[in-house]
């Protein structure tokens, strides 16, 4: 029998890569540390069986014809997906599969970092520093404001919305959050109230989004939702750029609708919308939340597991449906 041939698109951690070689799959990795071009995806998915692919990476029906019939899953390196294209999968019968286990405490540790980091000026006041500006101690120097008391609005309490609200409760935020259906055991858990979306954008402090990005969550926040916000509110985005609209993001910021943003997704990644990077209460992070060794790791050990249960004729952990 040949053996199994897996192509993965950019290096990742060893260890789901040794898992993949263990199983004496044929596995080849792309040797360029950079986003491969459609025609080098075309080139280099020709016959093979999976396709371990990243959420740079559009996977859609182009590159499932181009590797042929051969195909049997998708194995996306992300807990996110919108970079695959699920009908034209279906149509095909390859499976898709996602990393959703992996990243939920780096990233919830991410956004809490994002909140306070906007809240008390670490940046600006970093800049301030090496600026030579600092000339002693005063008063209201970066003031801020204390975390005690105010309302976090958790939008989508799945895996990382949940982990947010962990260490939410620890910094004393009251919890307000919508979903698209309510969970009377997380009100209990963190004393969390449901609330419509626009009724959490009126009552936060700061609003913390945990949707993925799919047609319904597209400009979830828009200029809408920018005006029914407070004007000392801040918003942490960690899950998809395209949930916030972000030409109207750039707008609401100079109308002063909101206090500010930390952005660690962009709608045009990585791309930025133009003037964007100009407001001081703005922080941009290079879609790192999920960037630990811990959490890189695991992901390259899911996404293995997802293959090998599918070649080996088994229902995959993490199935898309
Ligand atoms: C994900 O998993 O979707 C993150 O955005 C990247 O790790």
């Known amino acids: 029998m040949s053996k199994y041939k897996i192509f993965v698109t950019r290096k990742i951690h060893d260890s789901g890569l040794k898992m993949l070689k263990d199983q004496g799959y044929l596995v080849k990795v792309s040797p360029y540390d950079r986003v491969l071009s459609k025609k080098e995806l075309i080139k280099n998915v020709a016959g093979v069986d999976a396709?371990?692919?990243?959420?740079?990476?559009?996977?859609?029906?182009?590159?499932?014809?181009?590797?042929?019939?051969?195909?049997?899953?998708?194995?996306?390196?992300?807990?996110?997906?919108?970079?695959?294209?699920?009908?034209?999968?279906?149509?095909?019968?390859?499976?898709?599969?996602?990393?959703?286990?992996?990243?939920?405490?780096?990233v919830a540790d991410f956004a809490v970092i994002l909140m306070l980091a906007l809240d008390r000026q670490i940046t600006e006041a970093d800049k301030?520093?090496?600026?030579?500006?600092?000339?002693?101690?005063?008063?209201?120097?970066?003031?801020?404001?204390?975390?005690?008391?105010?309302?976090?609005?958790?939008?989508?309490?799945?895996?990382?919305?949940?982990?947010?609200?962990?260490?939410?409760?620890?910094?004393?935020?009251?919890?307000?959050y919508c979903n698209m259906v309510r969970d009377e055991e997380f009100?209990?858990?963190?004393?969390?109230?449901?609330?419509?979306?626009?009724?959490?954008?009126k009552v936060s402090d700061f609003v913390s989004l945990h949707v993925p990005l799919m047609p319904s969550t597209r400009h979830m926040i828009g200029s809408k939702?920018?005006?029914?916000?407070?004007?000392?509110?801040?918003?942490?985005?960690?899950?998809?750029?395209?949930?916030?609209?972000?030409?109207?993001?750039?707008?609401?910021?100079?109308k002063k609708q909101i206090a500010g943003a930390a952005l660690d997704v962009y709608e045009f990644e990585p791309k930025l919308v133009s003037g964007l990077n100009k407001f001081h209460n703005?922080?941009?992070?290079?879609?790192?939340?999920?960037?630990?060794?811990?959490?890189?790791?695991?992901?390259?050990?899911?996404?293995?597991?997802?293959?090998?249960?599918?070649l080996s004729g088994e229902v995959p952990p993490n199935l898309l449906k």
């Open 51 to 106: 396709i371990l692919s990243l959420l740079t990476d559009k996977i859609d029906d182009d590159i499932l014809k181009a590797a042929g019939p051969n195909l049997k899953i998708v194995a996306n390196y992300a807990v996110g997906f919108d970079n695959l294209d699920i009908e034209a999968a279906k149509k095909r019968a390859v499976v898709l599969t996602n990393t959703p286990d992996g990243s939920t405490e780096s």
């Open 128 to 176: 301030f520093v090496r600026a030579g500006k600092y000339n002693g101690w005063a008063p209201f120097l970066f003031a801020g404001e204390c975390l005690d008391k105010k309302t976090l609005g958790i939008v989508g309490i799945g895996r990382i919305g949940s982990a947010v609200a962990v260490r939410a409760v620890g910094f004393g935020l009251k919890i307000v």
């Open 187 to 201: 009100e209990k858990k963190y004393n969390a109230k449901f609330l419509s979306l626009a009724d959490l954008l």
């Open 225 to 254: 939702e920018f005006k029914l916000m407070k004007k000392n509110a801040f918003l942490i985005n960690t899950a998809r750029g395209a949930v916030i609209d972000e030409k109207a993001l750039v707008v609401a910021l100079k």
């Open 282 to 310: 703005v922080i941009l992070t290079p879609h790192i939340a999920s960037s630990t060794i811990e959490t890189r790791k695991i992901m390259s050990e899911i996404a293995a597991k997802n293959i090998i249960a599918v």
